[in-house]
């Protein structure tokens, strides 16, 4: 056998290989598939309603319990709104504490989450569309798309499921991932059962006639 035979067999394998591997980890040739979920939580940031602590070592005058108000601020004595919302809560420790230090020496802050009520919106999952319940739930880690559809009660006898999208907040914009329900549910096919992420919404479409679906 000469070289080049050689080289043109030792290509094949190596594309079959990626073929088999590809297959055995679930991914769809050709599909835009989500981010792989972070192992790590994401550190909280304040949104509007949530109850914050504000301690100022030595001031106990300047020491309060507040409510972010609709606008994202808070105000502070000596010092008036304090924009806190999307902000973590030592970086507005941090904000204040440069504020403050206009007015007294070296203040040394400490913000606290008493009562993260943002967090239950933020971190909500929907699906909409052709199943038994349109639902908003709250986030649970390990969540899948099937996971979603069963609470939701399944799908409609009208649901194209085929068609199924997953849009995901991604950075400053939003994504869509296409989803086979049908091959989840019906044939076993586990391809598009992608881990939920917060935030996520499934939308479900309506079979069509256009496209020979009824």
């Known amino acids: 056998m000469d070289t080049k035979r050689i080289t043109v067999l030792q290509t ?3 594309v079959m290989l990626a073929s088999f591997l590809a297959a055995c980890a679930g991914v769809p040739e050709g599909g835009n598939n989500p981010p792989v979920t972070a192992t790590e939580p994401e ?3 304040i949104g509007v309603g949530d109850t914050v602590s504000i301690h100022v070592w030595r001031n106990p005058e300047l020491s309060q319990s507040i ?4 606008d994202g601020n808070i105000s502070m004595p000596l010092m008036g709104d304090v924009e806190a919302e999307g902000l973590r809560p030592e970086d507005l420790a941090a904000e204040i504490s440069a504020g403050l230090s206009e007015v ?3 203040p040394e802050v400490t913000v606290m989450v008493d009562s993260p009520v943002s967090a ?3 971190n909500r999952v929907r699906i909409t569309g052709q199943v038994g319940q349109p639902i908003s739930v709250a ?3 390990g969540m899948t798309v099937l996971d979603l559809v069963l609470e939701a009660g399944g799908l409609t006898p009208f649901a194209a499921g085929d068609r199924a999208v997953m849009h995901r907040h ?3 914009e939003y994504e869509s ?3 086979d329900l049908e091959a989840i549910l019906e044939d076993g096919d586990m391809r598009t059962n992608y881990t939920i992420q917060p935030g996520d919404v499934v939308s479900v479409p309506r079979k069509t006639l256009l496209r020979g679906e009824l």
């Open 12 to 14: 094949a394998i190596m």
């Open 120 to 122: 239950e919106y933020r």
């Open 67 to 70: 409510v972010v108000r609709p």
């Open 139 to 141: 986030y649970r880690q």
């Open 170 to 172: 991604t950075g400053e």
């Open 104 to 106: 007294i020496r070296s």
């Open 177 to 179: 991932f296409s989803l």
């Open 43 to 45: 550190p909280y940031r």
